[in-house]
């Protein structure tokens, strides 16, 4: 267990570097250069200004000298300032993460909450008027774009109903509530449905006919084999789903002015803030490669079954 953890980590390692050389280069490549865009609305400027603000950011220099001196930062913990506010990045991106954090946290809670009761319902009433009717709005939910979805709540509880602030008015619990809903709508319906799949397959096997046999009840049946069974599924979504949201789910943010990770992304793109948008790469990038990680080595705790080899 111990050698393939280190393993892996050390696989991890040309991932992560390879994703940074990549971003770094697109970002150098990019048709609009930073300086225009940070006088843009000072009217005229003359090229020498713009000169002296490229060799104060270090945007004179050739690429690859950019780019040592950029990774040389960031693995010393040092990730540039921002080309637009000055701020150090670091600070920035510190200062937004608790707003995704908490977004990611009710969001998956409300997400597991839903699916794993609605999936196994819709699984043990299979082909039943329940089932239909768990799989139709699931089949809805999985379709919908989390851009309409967030639009129809806030048109129906905040400007109908008039039960929640349409805009965030800072990271509390009335304005979470909608860009959670948002996103527990797409990956709830995802979880119910491939549980529901997961939990039929299981119900067909040997051992719950034989358990059946024996005169276990169902709800043993359910709760202390079949859903067991489930959990390397759930692992695996939840490892998707967690990297995602903790990156920052840039539409919902932005759509609900909620003050993460995301939105910070998207401001940084539209200002061409190319130190923000690597930090955000390089952060999307190692939640990825951990996350996996850690929900590889939780598939060999949940499930004797599952076995590492060398990797040697």
Do not use: C
Request: a neutral charge.
């Amino acid at each position: 267990m111990k050698k393939y953890f280190f393993a892996r980590l050390i696989q991890l390692v040309p991932i992560l570097f390879g994703i940074t050389f990549l971003t770094f280069a697109m970002m150098q490549f990019a048709a609009d250069d930073a300086v225009d865009i940070i006088y843009q609305q000072s009217g005229s400027v003359s090229e020498e200004i713009k000169a002296a603000k490229r060799a104060e950011l270090g945007l004179d220099q050739p690429f690859l000298i950019q780019y040592a001196n950029w990774l040389g930062g960031v693995l010393t913990g040092d990730m540039g300032r921002s080309f637009i506010s000055g701020k150090l990045v670091f600070d920035t991106f510190a200062e937004k993460l608790p707003a995704t954090i908490e977004l990611m946290i009710i969001s998956v809670l409300l997400t597991i909450f839903f699916a794993i009761p609605l999936g196994i319902l819709a699984a043990i009433n299979q082909n039943r008027p329940l089932d239909y009717f768990i799989r139709f709005f699931t089949f809805i939910g999985n379709s919908m774009p989390n851009f309409f979805a967030g639009l129809l709540l806030i048109y129906l509880l905040a400007l109908k109903l008039n039960l929640l602030p349409i805009i965030s008015g800072g990271n509390n619990f009335s304005s979470v509530i909608m860009p959670a809903l948002t996103l527990t709508i797409a990956m709830g319906a995802k979880y119910t449905r491939q549980i529901r799949a997961v939990v039929l397959e299981e119900l067909d096997k040997p051992y719950v006919i034989g358990a059946r046999s024996r005169g276990v009840p169902e709800f043993t049946i359910l709760t202390k084999s079949v859903l067991r069974s489930t959990l390397i599924m759930i692992i695996t979504l939840l490892a998707l789903s967690i990297g995602s949201l903790l990156g920052g789910t840039a539409i919902v943010e932005t759509i609900f002015m909620w003050d993460g990770v995301g939105k910070m992304a998207v401001d940084a793109i539209l200002m061409r803030d190319y130190p923000l948008i690597q930090a955000y790469v390089v952060w999307m990038a190692i939640i990825y490669v951990f996350v996996n990680l850690a929900a590889d080595l939780l598939y060999f705790f949940f499930d004797p079954r599952v076995h590492y080899g060398d990797l040697s």
